[in-house]
């Protein structure tokens, strides 16, 4: 029987360990579930995003829908055989009023700086056999990231998939265009599930505030902005401690 590998960190590792937890059975459950639910999603062409969805789709916003749509059209006009993660990112960017735009912003990644860097890794997207070509499907690292996406909805105990769990995806998948970029602009999934918590927290506060309606536009923003670098504030401070312990700041 093949041999594969799980790394755990150090704590969760150790609390494995006390609890006895069966880590084979586990993990061959977690996988067979994976594996059955990324192949649904890169086997399903998005043919059904109305206002009224079924099936797989009934669980997505409609603003993740209607980043889907932009993704399959960012797709088809790029002349690509599928629909990729640099789509998905890129059509995140464009849709522009998404908790996700929101979130990359408080975390100081400008939307303009992501679209040139996918601009720059467009060709690196292509390479499938175009004789099999349909944009309205997920090439591979979609597909894992769409699952990736539905894994942290879940985790968070959400019963929706908005495009805070796209962007939690995107950030996890290891081998999308997506994910690269976002990774090389200075954030990472540790980071960006903090971020999206602390936002969701910040908009939750300023519905209740507003009378369990929609947050006030005016303000908004900001506010969710500064949720999320209150919850960052203690991690870029120590960095900012590494950095100077090893002589990162020093001038030359």
Sequence with gaps: ?????????????????????P?????????????RR?????????????DEPTGALAHFTARTRTVLKL???????????RMGTEHLLGAMVDEGTNLAF????????????????LARRQSEAQGTDPTDSDPRRFDGPAANAMELAVTEAISLG??????????????????GVAGQVLRALG?????????VTAALAGYVHLRAESGQGQPAAAGA??????AIRQELEPLTQRIAQLEEHLGLNSEV
């Design 23 to 35: 880590v084979s059975a586990v993990c061959q459950r977690a996988l067979e579930l994976a594996v």
């Design 1 to 21: 029987m093949p041999k594969i590998n799980v790394y755990l960190p150090d704590d969760l590792a150790e609390a494995v360990k006390e609890a006895g937890v």
């Design 102 to 117: 929101h979130v990359l912003r408080a975390m100081e990644i400008e939307p303009e700086q992501v679209g040139r860097d």
């Design 187 to 195: 954030t990472d999934p540790k980071l960006a599930r903090r971020a």
């Design 71 to 81: 993704a399959v059209e960012r797709a088809r006009e790029a002349g690509a055989p």
């Design 221 to 226: 923003q900001q506010a969710l902005a500064a």
């Design 38 to 50: 990324v192949t649904a999603i890169r086997e399903t062409p998005l043919a059904d995003l109305d």
């Design 158 to 175: 959400h019963n929706y998939i908005g495009c805070e769990h796209l962007l939690l995806g995107l950030v996890a998948e290891p081998d």
